[in-house]
Nanobody, 128 residues
Framework: QVQLVESGGGLVQAGGSLRLSCAAS????????MGWFRQAPGKEREFVAA????????DYAGSVKGRFTISRDNAQNTVYLQMNSLKPEDTAVYYC?????????????????????WGQGTQVTVSS
């Protein structure tokens, strides 16, 4: 069982930056690949980024590639999402998620149904 708690959301102007954190409980954090998803009002929850258990592989949605960076600190049981050059269309509730596999391969990790554990979400609002 893994519990995930996100933090770091807030209100920022377009062009600004935020760093989201997701703290995981438990002693098996290195057994999990991690993902970030987001959900805007009236829209489906969508994939943002994923990172393998070791941190050696990362992948991003096209809409955030080059602006967002996912990373993890396995000693601190924490995964991060650094968000730069924010746009109003990045406004959403951001969720982190964990899946009981170490590796990213193929495209399964783009699907929200592939993840086993979810945090409660943190609101990110980007004003124009």
């Amino acid at each position: 069982q893994v519990q995930l708690v996100e933090s770091g959301g807030g209100l920022v102007q377009a062009g600004g930056s935020l760093r989201l954190s997701c703290a995981a409980s438990g002693r098996t954090f290195t057994s999990y690949a991690m993902g970030w998803f987001r959900q805007a009002p009236g829209k489906e929850r969508e994939f943002v980024a994923a990172i393998s258990a070791s941190g050696g592989r990362r992948d991003y949605a096209g809409s955030v590639k080059g602006r967002f960076t996912i990373s993890r600190d396995n000693a601190q049981n924490t995964v991060y999402l650094q968000m730069n050059s924010l746009k109003p269309e990045d406004t959403a509730v951001y969720y982190c998620a964990a899946v009981t596999t170490r590796y990213l391969s193929g495209s399964w990790y783009y699907q929200k149904g592939s993840y086993d554990y979810w945090g409660q979400g943190t609101q990110v609002t980007v004003s124009s």
